[in-house]
């Protein structure tokens, strides 16, 4: 009966998502107020609806209803509590479920909270937010039912696949999807404007707060799933440039591209046009994302089992939203007028810089996910771009995107001073050429590794050196140094630990690219072998069962230079539901470096496989990408963002009168 | 600055960074494009190959799986149904990897023949065929015309 239920709802919300996509538009259109309204209570349907669906899912989870499809071929009696609640959205139509709560709960968000929202615009956003709403419901209930009951019931579910039963990827999807339905909101503004036919600092200020909502959480989606493929997989890496992969990862340059040209048309009224084409491609490569990983297209190293009609349903969802924006925009970009002008050395020009490479690195990502596909299409034989290919491409043009992030806050508005901003960065300047005196001493190269562990010193140290001038650290009183951070607009704190979190993150990323030590051996108990330095003795493996699984667990004493660092405990796992074997690796981490051992299989002769690995400073990658996250955060919490504050500050008449109630 | 001039100036700096990046992305198109071979689409192709890294797919024979002495390379040979390939891979395999199974190595061809996968690509699933394999038996099965067929799933 609750399963009936939740399908019941989430038709009643398609029904609900169709009034609200065609009557407030049309109402936008020919000033009918009472129709403009419809959209609000429908917003809060929507939102009601799908949460029943929702929760009828979970339901039927948590109680183990095998008589439920979904919940036969995903979910075991057994399974421990978390992940049958995080089994729903551990599976393809569990996750499109939660990517439609999403996008209803955004379109909520704008209802509720969009009070100083021109009638007209919010009556807009809405609808086109119900638009897209509308598609996925059409995708869920046509291709991918959760609900579609078997009879008779089996008595036990085939289980989660196993390497999903795992804390970090318990969350890693819901923040992934949060992300990408996050920029549906830039979308549906972007769009929304367009049909208005006008973009100021006031429409810049309510789409901010949401691409930074949406940024923030596809930063963490992306970082918990590298994380989980650097301990759950056993391969020792945390980033492959594998289609999958790149699928997220095309969004966040995009968004991070958003985020920053949002910022030119809010204080200066100017790169309008470039900012709403940002806003409808950012969304584009989110829906893209999800078809490519959908459909199976392309083959992954993270590649699940897939129905190729589902992946032909979101193509033309894609299709339709992206060439429909992309066509209305082509008609209507020409009408916004040309706002603020510039010179070339000024902030908004280092911001046109950030711009530039980040799309030109989207671009270049974008050709190498997709070329595969391309020449499989026109039967040009079988190929793949692995990471030789981004890391040719990719690289070389995050060099100066870095080297000039550092210097970009320093200008001014309008028109620069280099010179004097090159000056004032004497510090990083200072710490650049230490690291890499010192990487060369420690290391002596590679000449790439040394040239990144310089940049990002250049990008933490330029940051912080933002920071200090703008408090005038040392020039004038601790005390009212401090006093004048506490002032600082939160959004400019948001900045500096976003951009100090990426050089931290990048000497991660260097760091283990660089100078990892690997090494694969074949152990007896008793066997001792070396990385890196450390001593590393196997003990043994006692086993048990735990839960849904067996596990044979190793015990690894780790040393250096005879004494003792650490007892290491990594796992091999069989889950007889799914006859299969997962490996859980242990790492010891003394924040400057991983020590990291995962246990592979036991031969005929009583040896195991141990992969042994030193993964030098990869802990500040995650440190790197918890910083993204919280600058991403403090800014949000400025209250010029606030959704529901924008029209306290000052702002141009023209704005003033737009956003006036 | 005028409004024209600095379109002008946008316009440059656009162009050059698609410039960097079609100049970037052909070059390293040239080195690191990775072809996809099937066993038999390699008996053509063996003198095109040599030196450089490939894909090669096929099913994981059935009895062909032999781990050597050293406890950490494991032989084993691909095969679509019509050719077969010796595959040398020194390392922990995927926890995927089973006899019957779909398989993708990456990795260079010894000049005796033996291809010394440095890769082999794992899934997540069981029920999963990567689809230049399934592709690949396919060919070979339309190839081999009237026999029974070896892919089951």
């Known amino acids: 009966m609750i399963p009936e239920l939740g399908h019941y709802a989430l038709v009643l919300a398609l029904f609900v998502a169709l009034v609200q996509a065609t009557l407030p538009m049309a109402g936008a259109a020919t000033g009918n107020a009472a129709w403009m309204a419809v959209a609000r209570p429908a917003a809060l349907a929507q939102v009601l609806l799908i949460a029943v669906a929702y929760l009828a899912l979970t339901w039927a989870y948590v109680v183990s209803d095998f008589s439920v499809m979904n919940v036969v071929q995903n979910s075991h009696s057994l399974k421990p509590m978390l992940y049958k609640v995080s089994g729903v959205w551990g599976n393809h139509e569990g996750s499109m479920i939660l990517w439609v709560a999403m996008l209803a709960v955004f379109g909520a968000a704008v209802a509720l909270f969009g009070r100083n929202l021109p009638p007209t615009l919010k009556a807009r956003v809405l609808s086109v937010q119900a638009m897209i709403g509308v598609g996925f419901y059409l995708f869920i209930l046509m291709t991918s039912n959760p609900f579609v009951r078997v009879i008779p019931a089996p008595l036990e579910g085939n289980d989660l696949n196993p390497l999903l039963q795992d804390p970090g990827l318990a969350f890693h999807p819901p923040f992934l999807y949060l992300g990408y339905v996050g920029f549906s909101m830039a979308f549906s503004f972007a769009v929304a404007a367009l049909i208005e036919g006008r973009v100021d600092p006031a429409w810049a200020r309510w789409v901010r707060p949401w691409t930074l909502v949406a940024w923030s959480s596809l930063t963490l989606g992306i970082a918990m799933g590298s994380w989980w493929a650097y301990y759950e997989l056993g391969w020792g890496g945390w980033w492959y440039w594998d289609p999958v992969e790149n699928a997220s990862f095309m969004p966040w340059l995009a968004g991070t591209a958003l985020l920053h040209s949002a910022i030119v048309v809010e204080k200066r009224d100017a790169l309008k046009t470039w900012t709403v084409l940002l806003a409808i491609v950012t969304f584009s490569l989110s829906l893209m994302g999800t078809f490519l990983v959908r459909s199976g297209i392309l083959t992954s190293v993270h590649a699940f089992a897939v129905d190729p009609e589902r992946g032909v349903f979101i193509l033309f969802l894609l299709i339709i939203a992206t060439g429909g924006s992309l066509a209305l925009y082509a008609y209507r ?14 902030r908004e020009g280092a911001l046109v810089l950030n711009n530039l490479l980040l799309s030109t690195a989207t671009a270049t990502v974008f050709i190498g996910t997709l070329y595969p596909l391309f020449l499989d299409v026109l039967d040009l034989g079988k190929v793949s771009v692995g990471p030789p290919f981004f890391n040719a491409t990719f690289v070389p ?16 508005w309008k028109r620069g001073d280099l010179p004097g901003a090159l000056k004032r960065l004497w510090s990083a300047a200072a710490a650049t050429l230490a690291v890499v005196l010192l990487t060369v001493w420690v290391y002596g190269g590679p000449v790439m590794a040394i040239v990144g562990m310089g940049l990002a010193a250049w990008a933490t140290v330029g940051a912080l050196a933002e920071l200090a001038e703008r408090v005038r650290l040392f020039r004038i009183p601790l005390r009212d140094s401090l006093a004048r951070a506490a002032g600082l607009p939160r959004g400019t704190w948001g900045t500096t630990i976003a951009h100090a979190s990426l050089g931290i993150a990048i000497v991660g990323m260097v760091g283990s ?20 330095g450390y001593s590393i003795r196997f003990d043994g493996v006692d086993q048990g069962i735990v839960e849904n699984f067996r596990t044979d667990i190793g015990r690894f004493t780790v040393e250096r230079d005879g004494a003792f660092v650490a007892t290491l405990t990594p796992e091999r796992r069989f889950y007889p539901s799914q006859q299969m074997t997962t490996t859980e690796a242990a790492i010891h981490t003394t924040w400057l470096s991983d020590v990291y051992i995962a246990l592979g299989d036991p031969n005929e002769a009583g040896q195991w496989t141990v992969r042994l690995y030193h993964h030098p400073f990869v802990p500040w990658i995650w440190l790197g990408c918890i910083g993204l996250v919280a600058g991403g955060l403090v800014s949000l919490s400025d209250r010029r963002l606030r959704v529901g504050a924008p029209e306290r500050r000052r702002s141009p008449p023209a704005a003033a009168a737009h956003a006036a109630e | 600055m005028t409004r024209k001039k600095r379109r002008l100036y946008m316009l440059g700096l656009a162009l050059l960074g698609l410039g960097t990046a079609t100049a970037l992305t052909l070059t390293a198109f040239e080195d690191n494009l990775v072809f996809f071979f099937s066993p038999t689409d390699l008996q053509m192709k063996v003198a095109e190959v040599q030196d450089r890294s490939f894909r090669l797919g096929g099913l994981v024979e059935d009895g062909s799986v032999k781990r050597q002495p050293d406890g950490i390379t494991t032989d084993f040979r691909v095969t679509d149904g019509v050719n077969g390939v010796l595959v040398s891979y020194r390392g922990q395999l995927p926890d995927l990897f089973r006899e019957g199974q779909g398989v993708v190595a990456e990795g260079k061809l010894r000049p005796d023949g033996v291809f010394l996968a440095r890769e082999v690509l794992a899934k997540h699933d069981e029920n999963y065929m990567p689809p230049e394999v399934a592709d690949a038996l396919k060919r070979a099965e339309h190839f081999r015309a009237g026999e029974t067929t070896l892919v089951k799933e």
């Not at chain 1, 020409?334 to 070339?344: M, Q, T």
């Not at chain 1, 660089?514 to 066997?527: F, L, N, Y």
């Open chain 1, 513 to 532: 690219s660089a100078w990892q030590s690997e090494t694969i051996q074949a152990m007896r108990v008793g066997d001792t072998a070396e990385v890196a």
């Open chain 1, 333 to 346: 970009a020409p009408s916004l007028k040309a706002g603020g002008v510039f010179a070339p050395v000024s």
């Open chain 1, 397 to 412: 043009l995050m060099i100066p995107m870095v080297a000039v992030m550092a210097v970009g806050p320093l200008l001014a």
